[in-house]
């Protein structure tokens, strides 16, 4: 049995534990903290974070200029920021978006010489300052993966890459910061974490502890979208569920990375501005029947971790809890298609997939 599993990332978690964290100092004088530029404000999180850092004897500046999907140049442009202003350490808060940017950031401080998209090339033993995450929405992962996506204009879609030193060195969850999270995007950040988990769990990689990562993970939000089905609202008790499965499911895809619901929402996010969960959503129940067609007792156990029957259920499930995404032409479908079936998401599955398999689902988006 394959046990192979690293995820060197220290969790703090309850209410409460970034205001009473008192070990920043252990990562140096100076903090720069990284954020969009409303969500780490409204949720308390940032200042949270202020009256942690100033009790611990840190300085810190805020740029709070990351946007969705942030471009490279942005987090580019964070990295000098850091780097003029002398910081030893990035305290990324936010939704994937300021997490990814703030690692990225912590990469570009260290290695000047880099322009923006320069990391891709071979950014395994970059240097980087130390990252420490807050996630305020539950759906990213990113707070313990070593992978930060950016937006890259040049080839018109989002692109990851990771390095040994972005690992975050602590990540903080507290799910009263996604308490204001409008009802669309709890459905879609929870639905990005359990693409994360379903993914995942038909990687190459997949190994037995992410599998376990994995059923818990689906056997922690699944229900929660079940019940926002009903049109309730998520309870206190919901959330921290949904926050706890979704980094249990980057815990996932920090060993396995993602299947081709991430390659091909990419695309849709990239071009019609949708939502990265609610991209993925798009895909998801196809890839699940897929590799139920392939494996369908894996696909079982992981449907009964999720107390779902199965891929029909899914997506009835997500069709309830999203709207109905924006039209493509059929055009579009075919372009995306064949460029989604060129990234590696869509060779690293149990079930690999190609342009044929691929070109249907998009066409059904075409109206
Ligand atoms: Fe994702």
Not at 154 to 162: C, G, H, P, R, W
């Amino acid at each position: 049995m394959d046990m192979s599993f690293y995820n060197p990332v220290r969790i703090q978690s309850g209410a409460g534990c970034l205001r009473e964290y008192t070990g920043f100092a252990d990562f140096g004088r100076r903090c720069m903290i990284v954020c969009g530029a409303s969500s780490a404000r409204r949720c308390g999180a940032l200042a949270d974070a202020e009256a942690a850092l100033t009790a611990c004897g840190v300085e810190y500046t805020v740029f709070d200029r990351i946007e969705q999907n942030p471009l490279a140049e942005t987090c580019h442009a964070a990295g000098a920021a850091a780097r003029e202003w002398g910081a030893d350490f990035i305290l990324g808060i936010g939704g994937g978006s300021p997490l990814d940017a703030a690692k990225a950031c912590a990469v570009f401080a260290k290695n000047p010489e880099l322009g923006p998209e320069d990391v891709y090339k071979d950014p395994a033993k970059l240097a980087a300052l130390p990252v420490l995450c807050v996630p305020t929405t539950a759906g990213t992962g990113s707070e313990v993966t070593p992978y930060s996506i950016m937006t890259l204009r040049s080839q018109e879609t989002k692109k990851s890459f990771a390095g040994e030193n972005m690992w975050p060195r602590v990540a903080f969850l507290d799910a009263a910061y996604t308490a204001s999270l409008p009802a669309y995007f709890t459905a879609s950040t929870a639905v990005d974490a359990l693409s994360h988990a379903i993914e995942g769990y038909f990687s190459l990689k997949a190994s037995a502890v992410s599998d376990c990562l994995a059923e818990r993970a689906c056997g922690l939000i699944l229900p929660v979208l079940r019940r926002m089905t009903a049109e309730e609202s998520p309870s206190a008790a919901d959330r921290e569920a949904l926050l706890c499965g979704s980094t249990l499911a980057g815990m996932v895809i920090s060993r396995t990375g993602t299947g081709f619901p991430h390659a091909c929402g990419y695309k849709l996010t990239y071009f019609h501005g949708l939502p990265h969960g609610h991209a993925n959503a798009c895909f998801l129940a196809d890839f699940l029947a897929l590799a139920a067609e392939a494996e369908p007792e894996r696909a079982a156990r992981l449907c009964a971790a999720g107390g779902i029957r199965d891929a029909e259920e899914l997506a009835e499930i997500l069709a309830a809890v999203l709207p109905e995404a924006p039209a493509i032409t059929e055009a579009e479908a075919a372009r995306y298609a064949a460029e989604s079936a060129a990234a590696k998401n869509c060779r690293q599955s149990r079930r690999p997939v190609g342009e044929k398999e691929l070109l249907p689902l998009f066409m059904r988006l075409s109206k």
